[in-house]
């Protein structure tokens, strides 16, 4: 059914409510004026992802009128055994609250153990380390079934002036952006129209590095809930007119996430991608955005930086080892 309904309260200083419905503007607005909240868990990503036969719900706490905490909770059944489900980068409350917090995982595990869902993974938000403890104290583990979202990323300040961003991108790199302006490569922002470039040019990447990639549906769900609202771009890059490699990027509060990465292969002596993600990193500093947050890198890789370690050799050639060229500043945070 559409709409919220009524809880069990065993406190009885909240009211607690289940939305199921399409949009929840008002927990929308609460995800974006939190600290740590996260594109992943607004309505929007969760329309979003109902394409891949995943349906939101939403636990909220109220406090008389006030909306103090909640999260979503992205749910699929399984024909075997029942239902499974995840929280991606929440839940969230006002101001920490240790009680709200108590109270919402409490209120996820009787509303799982209610509608039979036999599975839940949670990854805290990035600034969630200390809920953790609530977690273990609850009966959650470690998760074996690999993070959520990465929990591990490069991040670009863009607060500073574009001399000093270069300063912390290895001389190679800084090369490669020259030299790709020279040898014929050219940048700009795509649009509708270019959706069909660069789903191209993912499938192409996924084939050649061995990695299943999205459907064409699912980019296209994104795509059609997320531009007109501003939180996603398109960025090409050309050579002679002939689109080379693409970028999707997603735009939310005051950072650029780099999402996904599209590449025929070719052209690779004139460095398509290094100078793609230059003319990014400008667009997001002119645009007014702060961060320029790289989309993960495998923790590993992110330890080995924070610890001043040699970089692991099983990662050597990855995309961690190619984002790192960008900048060291990696921010780790809580895993699944």
């Not at 609850?138 to 998760?143: A, C, D, E, M, S």
């Not at 922002?189 to 050649?208: H, K, T």
């Amino acid at each position: 059914m559409a709409g919220k309904r009524r809880m069990n309260n065993p406190k009885n200083k909240y009211r607690i409510t289940i939305s199921v419905a399409d949009e929840d503007n008002g927990w929308d607005s609460f995800v974006e004026k939190h600290p740590a909240g996260h594109y992943t868990q607004t309505s929007l990503w969760g329309k979003v992802k109902s394409i891949q036969g995943w349906n939101p719900i939403r636990l909220f706490v109220y406090e008389s009128s006030d909306l103090i905490g909640g999260t979503q909770i992205l749910i699929r059944k399984n024909p075997l055994f029942g239902s499974i489900g995840y929280i991606s980068k929440g839940p969230l409350a006002r101001e920490n609250h240790r009680e709200i917090y108590d109270l919402i995982f409490n209120q996820i595990i009787h509303y799982c153990k209610q509608k039979r869902i036999y599975y839940l993974a949670i990854q805290p938000p990035d600034d969630g380390f200390d809920l953790i403890l609530i977690m273990e104290k609850l009966g959650f583990r470690p998760g074996t079934q690999g993070d959520i979202e990465k929990a591990a990323t490069i991040e670009i300040n863009l607060s500073v002036d574009l001399e000093e961003i270069q300063q912390h991108i290895k001389p190679r790199k800084r090369q490669n952006f020259r030299q790709a302006e020279k040898r014929g490569m050219t940048y700009r922002l795509g649009n509708n129209e270019d959706l069909v470039i660069f789903e191209e040019l993912f499938q192409l990447n996924a084939s050649r590095n061995s990695f299943q990639p999205e459907s064409i549906e699912f980019v296209r769900e994104l795509w059609n809930h997320f531009y007109p609202r501003g939180n996603i771009y398109l960025f090409v890059a050309e050579y002679q007119g002939k689109p080379i490699s693409a970028h999707l990027d997603i735009a939310y509060k005051d950072k650029v996430y780099g999402y996904r990465a599209g590449w025929s292969g070719q052209e690779a002596k004139r460095h398509p991608n290094d100078g793609l993600i230059w003319f990014e990193i400008r667009w997001a500093k002119e645009n007014g955005y702060k961060v320029f947050d790289f989309g993960g890198i495998e923790t590993e890789a992110a330890i080995s930086v924070l610890n001043n370690q040699p970089f692991p050799q099983n990662l050597i050639g990855t995309y961690s080892e190619f984002k790192l060229h960008f900048s060291e500043n990696v921010r780790v945070f809580p895993s699944t």
